[in-house]
């Protein structure tokens, strides 16, 4: 049937191929496929410069990112993913939602990893999609949708005040990234409290063993202030300034914000950074802070052994026993998750190498071998490592270090078979009972 006179338009007429895209839709098409190629052009290339380029900053992630769920990447394949709690150095900035930096973990390479503003985005569009399907499917039940995962039955009750305040602080908005030191601080704690003689021996030998198998990629250094008290929330929030400043400390705000500045420059130079920290003794004082360092756990498993050393150390030891036998029962009840290495090992070799593998490990992760530029901060960096507090000239230093290893092979159970025997002054004691720096004789 045919209306108002029209004909069926016959095979073959123009009519018939109105589907078909037009010489200009082809051309559009074209330029933009051309456009879309030259910007993953340049893009790549960007990439292949950043690859050379020295660490801007560092981040631990708070969520897990699927790069293979991302359609927007600049170039295809070439985003990074991971998931919370990883490390990610970032080299340069590419775009308001993209960064140019790698997974710190060896064998990755440098990629594409979203900024904070690309997934706060995906965030909100993942919220709205969750907050539509819970108001379609609420449609079909008794009760009402008043916010994002919030569903309030119309006979309940009020929430309590408690319950209410721990569901607010799970609904917290998370940042996606913190911001870290470019190389994890490692810090030692254990076998009990610093400050006494066991656990600053134990910890000593460990230190001059670092220094010397990483000599030129290591700083050891000192730290007096109490860097427990550098917590995100803290020092984010001026108003707990003065809270903190009033209590009893032994470090204000500003010396804690120094020493953090400080550590954070000692990273900077991607050289292994480990920390001397008088004040830490447990993990958990540093959980909070934005240092993420590698803990160090020194554990010695006996408590029996532990207690015949601290009472071989005298009476001056001793009558402290109790408080450093509950600080090693302390640690000794942490979960192993709350550290990167447990070293109880009976023998001081075996510790070291234990160590030594790690921060190998760790050092090939963060130094790949397709990015390895000379680093200008190094020299003015390392120049300046060393505290101002040094116990004695660094003249005396070797000959310091050389008498102090002596009586710290004997919390490792190391017999002394002649190849540790130290020749030097006199005046130095190889037998001295108490750790301390000795002058060198003239």
């Not at 070439?78 to 590419?94: G, T």
């Not at 004695?392 to 710290?408: F, G, H, I, K, R």
Request: charged share 25%; with cysteine; hydrophobic share 35%.
């Amino acid at each position: 049937m045919y209306l108002y006179g029209q004909e069926e338009p016959e095979e073959g007429s123009a009519d018939s191929y109105t589907s078909r895209p037009s010489e200009s839709d082809v051309s559009l098409e074209e330029d933009r496929e051309a456009v879309r190629r030259e910007a993953q052009r340049q893009a790549q290339a960007q990439l292949e410069k950043a690859k050379t380029k020295l660490v801007a900053f560092a981040v631990r992630t708070n969520v897990g990112y699927s790069a293979a769920l991302d359609n927007d990447v600049p170039v295809p394949g070439m985003a990074i993913s991971f998931e919370a709690k990883d490390f990610l150095h970032v080299k340069e900035k590419f775009s308001n939602d993209w960064w140019i930096g790698r997974l710190v973990k060896e064998g990755c390479e440098v990629g594409f990893i979203p900024s904070p503003v690309k997934l706060e985005n995906m965030r909100l569009q993942s919220d709205q999609k969750t907050k539509q399907g819970k108001y379609h499917s609420s449609k079909s039940g008794g009760n009402s949708s008043t916010s994002i995962g919030d569903v309030v039955p119309s006979s309940r009750r009020s929430t309590p005040p408690s319950s209410a305040k721990q569901k607010q602080k799970s609904t917290e908005h998370v940042p996606p990234y913190d911001v870290v030191p470019s190389m994890r601080p490692v810090v030692l704690v254990g076998p009990s409290l610093k400050g006494y003689e066991v656990t600053d021996m134990m910890q000593k030998a460990l230190f001059d063993f670092l220094k010397h198998r990483f000599e030129g990629r290591i700083s050891i250094t000192r730290v007096t202030a109490d860097i427990s008290l550098a917590k995100r929330s803290v020092l984010n929030n001026p108003s707990k300034h003065a809270i903190i400043e009033r209590s009893n400390t032994r470090s204000s705000l500003a010396e804690v914000q120094c020493e953090i500045e400080r550590i954070f420059e000692l990273a900077r130079t991607l050289q292994l950074v480990v920390l001397d920290a008088d004040t830490i003794n447990h993990p958990a004082q540093l959980g909070k802070t934005s240092l993420a360092p590698v803990i160090v756990y020194v554990k010695i498993s006996s408590p029996k052994v532990l207690q015949r050393l601290i009472k071989s150390r005298g009476k001056s030891q001793a009558k402290h026993l109790n408080v450093q036998m509950v600080a090693a029962d302390k640690l000794a009840q942490c979960p192993p998750e709350l550290f990167d290495v447990i070293l109880d090992e009976n023998q001081l070799e075996d510790a070291c190498e234990h160590l030594s593998d790690y921060l190998e490990a760790y050092w090939r992760a963060t130094h790949p071998p397709s990015s390895n530029p000379p680093n200008p901060l190094l020299s003015r960096t390392m120049a300046s490592a060393a505290l101002p507090s040094s116990p004695a000239p660094v003249s005396n230093l070797q000959v310091q270090v050389l008498a102090s290893l002596q009586p710290n092979l004997h919390f490792w159970h190391i017999e002394d078979n002649g190849e540790n025997q130290v020749i030097c002054d006199s005046h130095i004691s190889l037998e001295m009972e108490t750790f301390n720096y000795l002058p060198a004789s003239g």
